[in-house]
């Protein structure tokens, strides 16, 4: 049981390029997040997907795009990256109806130069 | 916008001390609370949630609620050096039990 996991680890972009971050679950979980955190501002979220086909914006959505594959998977996509997306990004889930309490992959550290 | 309040730190307390984390919240609506533990460099892990108001006991934390105040509390007894860490007050949105707010951490170091 791994529980969630995020590919990959870390990675180096150059302003304008595109990536995708990918995030799984195996806990058979409704709900998937995607947060960026930085220095002093706590988790923001970015999008995240109540249910297998549905997504909702978060808190600071503008510049990245997500997927919800099936019910494991849930990815997010950088289409043309800026320094301001320097961060380090973590995929959540959790099970919806009852306690909604999140649990968190390892992350993502993201630098754009 | 729902906003979580936190004290940023960071707070020091000696080893063996009671270390007092708190967290005000401002939707009224909400009706889970969450405390997260992060370490330097990891992932947040939650360590507590509360529902209700009052106290909830686990080990040496201790949750408290009072929706009146919109306040939660974390209590962590008999500090350790491991316990050392930000820590994460969270909230569910009243209009979407799914999504949770954070508050900006605290930052605890327990001194031996």
């Known amino acids: 049981n791994a529980g969630v996991t995020q590919t990959p680890k870390f990675q180096v972009l150059k302003t304008g390029q595109s990536m995708t971050l990918q995030c799984a679950q195996d806990?058979?979980?409704?709900?998937m997040y995607w947060y960026r955190q930085d220095p002093g501002m706590g988790l923001r979220l970015i999008y995240y997907?109540?249910?297998?086909?549905?997504?909702d914006k978060g808190e600071v959505p503008n510049g990245y795009n997500v997927s919800r594959l099936n019910k494991r998977e849930f990815s997010l996509r950088l289409e043309s990256a800026a320094p301001s997306q320097t961060s380090v990004y973590f995929c959540?889930?959790?099970?919806?109806?009852?306690?909604?309490?999140?649990?968190f992959g390892p992350g993502t550290r993201l630098t754009v130069t | 916008q729902k906003e979580v309040e936190q004290n940023s730190g960071p707070l020091s307390v000696p080893e063996g001390a009671i270390a007092s984390l708190n967290c005000t919240y401002s939707?009224?609506?909400?009706?889970?609370f969450f405390w997260y533990r992060q370490y330097s460099g990891k992932s947040p892990e939650l360590i507590m949630f509360?529902?209700?108001?009052g106290d909830k006991e686990d080990g040496r934390f201790t949750a408290q609620l009072n929706k009146a105040s919109q306040y939660v509390s974390l209590l962590i007894r008999d500090s350790q050096p491991s316990d050392s860490a930000t820590y994460l007050c969270?909230?569910?949105?009243?209009?979407?039990?799914?999504?949770?707010?954070f508050g900006p951490g605290t930052s605890l170091s327990v001194i031996p």
């Open positions: 959540a889930s959790s099970q919806s109806g009852t306690t909604y309490e999140q649990y």
């Open positions: 806990m058979n979980h409704n709900s």
């Open positions: 997907s109540a249910s297998e086909g549905t997504t």
């Open positions: 939707d009224r609506g909400s009706q889970s």
């Open positions: 509360i529902y209700s108001n």
């Open positions: 969270a909230v569910n949105s009243e209009t979407s039990y799914d999504k949770v707010i």
